[in-house]
């Protein structure tokens, strides 16, 4: 049986309790500022140098350049200065995304249809996708991996504070002739869900394309649809096979772009127990369905939302599907 699976706020108490927990109550610096660095297992306090900058601390002590807003935000800088004494947080500085007046919360958009030149009106345009992606890039969005998604859903890691997912339904050339040179240009991340059984098929995508676009820094994840139990098939043959059509992808996957397949998108947007069962025996992180919203850190991993971006949406009307932050009492 399908239904969507919708998550409820976690009681206020419980929110608390975890934001006291996580040591998000203030900024507690180690005390005493040696003039040499000093390091502990929670935070490394340096004096810069003139070569340095937020990029290379962030790849020399946290070995991810993209990592740098999270010594930016800690210090309350915006770059940096020769002699400046640095304070770079080795573990997450906010569980969850938790503050004194709510909590962070992560969009995930969802295209399905691009063109040029569309001739449907749910279809956008790439020039709209442009538009769109200048608008994230101007207003402080940052697109993550969904690797860095799932730790912070799991509350290993923590996110920037206009972090958002820009995921791609399709199997079509448009993922590689239009969006995939877009995200490329802006220096945006992104995902593709795809479907292995189109791979290779005429007016589809192949798997050079795909490498390419794994290999240039675009997240890939696989495309199914949820458990629809025919009326006249044995159901232990029907669930032999439809576990199949799970794992035997995975493995292709894995074959043709040499990384293990972690993430699943519901191509027709609904979820069910049984196929989320499923994919956590063979080895997926978290699955993606088409409930519009945005997801807080207590969201159920196999039923994360997804806001579907149409071709006819102005400016005004995606600026809604952005939220990050849900405002609440804590303190």
């Not at 394309?209 to 997240?219: I, K, P, R, S, V």
Request: aromatic residues 10%; glycine residues 10%; proline residues 6%.
């Amino acid at each position: 049986m399908q239904r969507t699976r919708v998550q409820s706020a976690l009681p206020l108490l419980f929110l608390l309790g975890l934001f006291l927990a996580a040591g998000c109550t203030g900024r507690l610096l180690p005390s005493g500022q040696p003039e040499g660095g000093t390091r502990d297992a929670r935070f490394v306090i340096i004096t810069t140098k003139g070569t340095d900058t937020l990029e290379s601390l962030a790849r020399t002590y946290l070995k991810d350049g993209g990592q740098a807003w999270r010594i930016a935000a800690y210090n309350q800088i915006d770059s940096l200065k020769p002699g400046q004494r640095v304070v770079i947080p080795l573990v997450p500085i906010q569980h969850g995304g938790l503050r004194p007046d709510g909590y962070q919360t992560i969009p995930v958009l969802a295209y399905l249809d691009m063109a040029s030149s569309p001739k449907q009106s749910d279809t956008v345009s790439a020039r709209g996708f442009e538009r769109q992606l200048q608008y994230l890039r101007q207003n402080g969005f940052t697109p993550v991996s969904l690797d860095h998604l799932s730790a912070f859903l799991n509350l290993r890691g923590d996110l920037p504070p206009g972090a958002l997912v820009i995921s791609l339904d399709t199997t079509r050339p448009w993922a590689y002739e239009i969006a995939y040179p877009l995200l490329k240009k802006y220096g945006m991340r992104g995902t593709l869900f795809f479907s292995v059984d189109q791979v290779g098929q005429k007016g589809y995508l192949d798997w050079r394309q795909l490498a390419e676009m794994a290999g240039g820094g675009m997240d890939m994840g696989l495309q199914g649809n949820p458990l629809q139990i025919p009326p006249k098939e044995s159901l232990a043959s029907y669930l032999k096979s439809y576990e199949a059509g799970l794992s035997q992808p995975k493995k292709l996957f894995r074959k043709h772009l040499n990384t293990p397949c972690r993430y699943f998108a519901f191509a027709s947007g609904l979820s069910d127990d049984l196929t989320v069962s499923l994919l956590k025996k063979h080895g997926y992180l978290a699955a993606f369905t088409r409930q519009r919203g945005s997801n807080p850190f207590f969201m159920d991993n196999f039923a994360l939302k997804r806001s579907v971006i149409h071709g006819h949406y102005d400016m005004q009307k995606f600026q809604r599907n952005l939220a990050t932050f849900r405002a609440m009492e804590l303190k």
